[in-house]
């Protein structure tokens, strides 16, 4: 026999036995022993009376971490930190922007009040337009950041 015959025949079988069923029941395979749960209760996290605790001042008495009254629902409720501040921008990047939605936008407002546009006028909100999204692709810079390489996700 050759190599490929064995394949056919090893194929023919798997075909042959496709709808057969299986001979164990999985009600009669073991249960991995890793896969039982501890015999004990569950553990429960036990809070401190509320004499232990740290008194607060009466001004924040009841408040959150966010400053929202708290309530006996809202205890593992969690509020996530302040956002960084926005990073600041120069003053080409802005006319940049500006250029790149104010173009557009100025020729749908033109369209949607039926103003007649000259020549010029749609030439400049067209070039304002490319002008703006070619201004931002060349600051964008090409390499890497300068804080840092990252080659994914930080979860």
Aim: aromatic content about 10%; glycine content about 10%.
């Amino acid at each position: 026999m050759t190599p490929q015959s064995d394949e056919d025949e090893v194929w023919r079988q798997i075909v042959a036995s496709f709808n057969d069923t299986s001979e164990l029941d999985s009600a009669d395979q073991p249960w991995p022993d890793s896969e039982n749960l501890p015999a004990g209760p569950p553990r429960r996290v036990v809070k401190p009376p509320e004499e232990a605790r740290q008194p607060l001042p009466e001004e924040f008495a009841g408040l959150g971490r966010g400053g929202e009254a708290e309530t006996e629902d809202d205890e593992g409720h969690y509020v996530p930190p302040p956002p960084p501040p926005l990073p600041k921008t120069d003053t080409a990047t802005k006319l940049a922007w500006l250029a790149l939605f104010g173009g557009p936008a100025y020729l749908l407002l033109s369209a949607a009040l039926s103003w007649r546009l000259q020549g010029w006028m749609l030439f400049t909100a067209v070039a304002a337009f490319i002008g703006g999204f070619v201004a931002l692709v060349v600051r964008m810079g090409d390499g890497p950041p300068t804080d840092g390489w990252d080659d994914g996700a930080v979860v």
